[in-house]
T-cell receptor
Framework: GNSVTQMEGPVTLSEEAFLTINCTYT??????LFWYVQYPGEGLQLLLK?????DKGSNKGFEATYRKETTSFHLEKGSVQVSDSAVYFC????????????FGTGTQLKVEL | DGGITQSPKYLFRKEGQNVTLSCEQN?????MYWYRQDPGQGLRLIYY???????QKGDIAEGYSVSREKKESFPLTVTSAQKNPTAFYLC??????????????FGEGSRLTVL
């Protein structure tokens, strides 16, 4: 089956620190990969996506590269801000499977001054 | 503003009672979804609907029921058969299920606590 594994949180960083949240996947088909973000008290929002190997998704200073050889899609940001504090979810969908997403467990990020 | 509205935001119920969670969207999206979010387990798909009067079971449909009588509305009923109903429930929509953009639009969720 399909599954997504994320690093456990919470991850606590100081403002302006470098962020990496690891995500690896297993998929029966050829997946598209996504990062969603959930700010406190809100629903999830699509942060970025990549639909084929070696694609890099980017948005709001975050980026992630689709690595087929390591089945990974790690989220990175060079300098985090307090406003980035949220829960981040890695997800995949299979080509031809529509928008039925398989989500990881989520990683909580806390950024402190 | 276009979006997805879930209600109520918080709900308390006694064991053995059925509960219906509301989800309304004004995005003119064809597809709608219900997910359950539990700590340490991420989001799990309960039911989804591609079009009015049609819906399919997701990964954890047991103890839940849905209807899709209108394009805008996709209510979820948590029945007494659901063994562990206390959770955070998220409704989402997308333009069309077959369009594999991966972009789901989520509501703010409903937190159900069964006492």
């Amino acid at each position: 089956g399909n599954s997504v594994t994320q690093m456990e949180g919470p991850v606590t960083l100081s403002e302006e620190a470098f962020l990496t949240i690891n995500c690896t996947y297993t998929a029966t088909g050829y997946p598209s990969l996504f990062w969603y973000v959930q700010y406190p008290g809100e629903g999830l929002q699509l942060l970025l996506k990549a639909t084929k190997a070696d694609d890099k998704g980017s948005n709001k200073g975050f980026e992630a590269t689709y690595r087929k050889e390591t089945t990974s899609f790690h989220l990175e940001k060079g300098s985090v801000q307090v406003s980035d504090s949220a829960v981040y979810f890695c997800a995949l969908s299979i080509t031809g499977g529509g928008n039925k997403l398989t989500f990881g467990t989520g990683t909580q990020l806390k950024v402190e001054l | 503003d276009g979006g997805i509205t879930q209600s109520p935001k918080y709900l308390f119920r006694k064991e053995g009672q059925n509960v219906t969670l509301s989800c309304e969207q004004n995005l003119n999206h064809d597809a709608m979804y219900w997910y359950r979010q539990d700590p340490g387990q991420g989001l799990r798909l309960i039911y989804y609907s591609q079009i009015v009067n049609d819906f399919q079971k997701g990964d954890i449909a047991e103890g839940y029921s849905v209807s899709r009588e209108k394009k805008e509305s996709f209510p979820l009923t948590v029945t007494s058969a659901q063994k562990n109903p206390t959770a955070f429930y998220l409704c989402a929509s997308s333009i069309r299920l077959a369009l594999n953009t991966g972009e789901l639009f989520f509501g703010e969720g409903s937190r159900l606590t069964v006492l």
